[in-house]
């Protein structure tokens, strides 16, 4: 397959929405560049007045032209308020893009225990460490990115030996993968993107829990998610969707149960709040990164 970079150049304050544009509209999230020139270990930073680059890839299948036109059109509306550059792209084999993506993502470590590896990076783990191995950039979810760090941290807390678990929007399978590592007794990922789909179900193999873990293509509802048969939902996915979701995303949640929900941007909170709540989900716990927020609720 062959990919395509697009990229544009922006001040610092314009990142967040350009990076709102390429997360909606790409594909395996977004890369932001700081020019380089300081030393944070002499106590410096970036300038404020520093220009940052920021990339996103599409796979060149049916759906390139009409993400490549949204990317566009939103670049163009953010120039209309801001001195950006315009959108830059150029074509990528398979290996090209595997090695760009390589160049912006190391070991992390999430939350006590959770340690998301690259594949081709060596990491000597402890007897404490559940190791995720994934390849970056094959489909959207690294824990790099706000919302799926918050997302595992959330669920190391919540996930209990025996707790059956609903991925919603499971992406490259880094939630369903950490949750059966955890201990889940069963989970269900669901993904409507066939690339991503592919992608989950090759990492669950890779880390040895497709026993536990069952990648499903779809969205809700769907004839092979239970209702009242998840004692945890998660849902990292964008406000809009969850809002317009909410009634089937509780639904799956048996009574007691707990529902996580992410990807949203902090100014579209209130409506996602709004939506649950009619549903019947009251959100216990709110984390919030920057522009991103998290939300914990209980379905009774």
Known sequence: MRWLELSVKSPQEFVEPLSQIFYRYGHGGVVVESEGGFSPDEGESASPDAWVTLKTYLPMNSTARERKARIDLGVRLVAH???????MERELDEQEWQDSWKEHFDVLHVGR???????????????????LNLDPGMAFGTGHHPTTRACLEMLEEQVKPGTKVLDVGCGSGILSIAAAKLGASGVVGLEIDPVSVRVARSTVRLNGVGHGVRIVRGTLPHP???ARGYSLVVANISARVVSKLAGDIVKAVADGGTLIVSGVIAGNRAGVEEALDSEGARIDRTAVDGDWVTMQASVR
């Open 81 to 87: 308020v801001s001195p950006i550059s315009p959108l």
């Open 224 to 226: 092979d998610v239970t």
């Open 113 to 131: 225990r959770l340690v998301v590896c690259p594949t081709w990076k060596e990491y000597q783990a402890t007897a404490a460490d559940i190791v």
